[in-house]
């Protein structure tokens, strides 16, 4: 079973002809509500592909009307919500412009996401068959502890380094590596973690090979072109994009982890899981929102 212990939230999105430079206002037609967080997304994305009741969530939303309609669409897509707690801070907020290439700039209010515990995550039965994702949208200590926790249980961790956070502390980084099995970043985050650990580069295939000498599995998600999967034995693979033009690309990374979470959750061989989390990744690109394009099991294949 997946166990997705994130960030659930609300964006607020904006088209724009490009997005504003710091102390720039841009003015865009109209703003659209849709349904987001690094957590609930790639929770929809393994809910989608996988079998029913195969993909939870633990999280938290304020007891608001955002907070209502997310967990409202987590249910709607399949995705086990009994630990979805409401709490006193307002749902998490993103506030997110995408530019005519489909680029974006997202900011985020975490709101209810900084509140939640590695407590909420220990009703939930954790096995050797779990598979545990993570992000960086909630307390890093919280998620921590419930990757040790799924570790000491025999289930497996995909940890995913987004948003990479500017005052990360080395030492953090070197825990986090050690309670992992796959660390996912893309290209700017896969520099910034090498960077941390010492090893400074402006290469992502170097930094993602330094990154998988920690002792996990690092796969480097690099847009149209695909995914590099660097293994802690030393060797490497990629698996290369569809062709396609993108709509918009906010929620592929997640697409890309919460379909390779359901391939190891159905026991494929890395090497497959991989390309099909890259294909699922291409497919979401193709409509606006993050959730909105996430394959089904069906059109995936
Ligand atoms: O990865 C995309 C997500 O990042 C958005 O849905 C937004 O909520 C932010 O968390």
Same mark, same amino acid.
């Given at each position: 079973?997946?166990?997705?212990?994130?960030?659930?939230?609300?964006?607020?999105?904006?088209?724009?002809?490009?997005?504003?430079?710091?102390?720039?206002?841009?003015?865009?037609?109209?703003?659209?509500?849709?349904?987001?967080?690094?957590?609930?997304?790639?929770?929809?994305?393994?809910?989608?592909?996988?079998?029913?009741?195969?993909?939870?969530?633990?999280?938290?939303?304020?007891?608001?009307?955002?907070?209502?309609?997310?967990?409202?669409?987590?249910?709607?897509?399949?995705?086990?919500?009994?630990?979805?707690?409401?709490? !006193?801070? &307002?749902?998490?907020? %993103?506030?997110?412009?995408? $530019?005519?290439? /489909?680029?974006?700039? #997202?900011? =985020?209010?975490?709101?209810?996401?900084?509140?939640?515990?590695?407590?909420?995550?220990?009703?939930?039965?954790?096995?050797?068959?779990?598979?545990?994702?993570?992000?960086?949208?909630?307390?890093?200590?919280?998620?921590?502890?419930?990757?040790?926790?799924?570790?000491?249980?025999?289930?497996?961790?995909?940890?995913?380094?987004?948003? !990479?956070? &500017?005052?990360?502390? %080395?030492?953090?980084?070197? $825990?986090?590596? /050690?309670?992992?099995? #796959?660390? =996912?970043?893309?290209?700017?985050?896969?520099?910034?973690?090498?960077?941390?650990?010492?090893?400074?580069?402006?290469?992502?295939?170097?930094?993602?090979?330094?990154?998988?000498?920690?002792?996990?599995?690092?796969?480097?998600?690099?847009?149209?072109?695909?995914?590099?999967?660097?293994?802690?034995?030393?060797?490497?693979?990629?698996?290369?994009?569809?062709?396609?033009?993108?709509?918009?690309?906010?929620?592929?990374?997640?697409?890309?982890?919460?379909?390779?979470?359901?391939?190891?959750?159905?026991?494929?061989?890395?090497?497959?899981?991989?390309?099909?989390?890259?294909?699922?990744?291409?497919?979401?690109?193709?409509?606006?929102?993050?959730?909105?394009?996430?394959?089904?099991?069906?059109?995936?294949?």
């Amino acid at each position: 079973m997946i166990l997705v212990f994130g960030s659930i939230n609300i964006d607020l999105v904006a088209r724009v002809v490009s997005i504003p430079r710091p102390g720039e206002t841009v003015l865009s037609p109209r703003y659209e509500t849709l349904f987001g967080g690094k957590g609930a997304n790639q929770a929809v994305a393994a809910a989608r592909v996988s079998l029913p009741h195969r993909a939870a969530i633990v999280a938290c939303i304020g007891d608001d009307a955002f907070g209502q309609s997310a967990r409202d669409n987590l249910a709607r897509n399949g995705v086990v919500d009994n630990l979805v707690t409401s709490v !006193a801070e &307002p749902t998490g907020c %993103a506030f997110i412009t995408v $530019d005519e290439r /489909g680029e974006n700039a #997202i900011t =985020v209010g975490s709101g209810a996401n900084a509140s939640i515990r590695e407590a909420a995550a220990q009703s939930f039965q954790v096995d050797a068959a779990t598979v545990a994702v993570f992000q960086m949208e909630v307390p890093f200590l919280a998620s921590l502890n419930v990757a040790r926790y799924v570790r000491a249980a025999g289930g497996r961790v995909i940890w995913n380094f987004a948003p !990479a956070l &500017p005052a990360f502390a %080395a030492r953090d980084l070197s $825990d986090l590596l /050690g309670a992992t099995d #796959i660390f =996912v970043v893309n290209e700017h985050e896969a520099i910034a973690a090498a960077t941390l650990l010492g090893c400074k580069t402006d290469d992502f295939r170097k930094a993602g090979s330094h990154l998988s000498g920690s002792g996990c599995l690092c796969v480097v998600t690099a847009g149209a072109q695909g995914a590099f999967a660097f293994h802690p034995e030393g060797q490497s693979e990629r698996a290369e994009a569809e062709p396609i033009r993108p709509v918009d690309t906010t929620g592929a990374g997640d697409t890309f982890v919460g379909v390779l979470a359901n391939g190891l959750d159905e026991a494929m061989p890395f090497t497959s899981a991989l390309k099909r989390a890259v294909r699922a990744a291409s497919l979401a690109c193709l409509a606006h929102g993050a959730q909105a394009d996430m394959p089904t099991r069906e059109r995936l294949g």
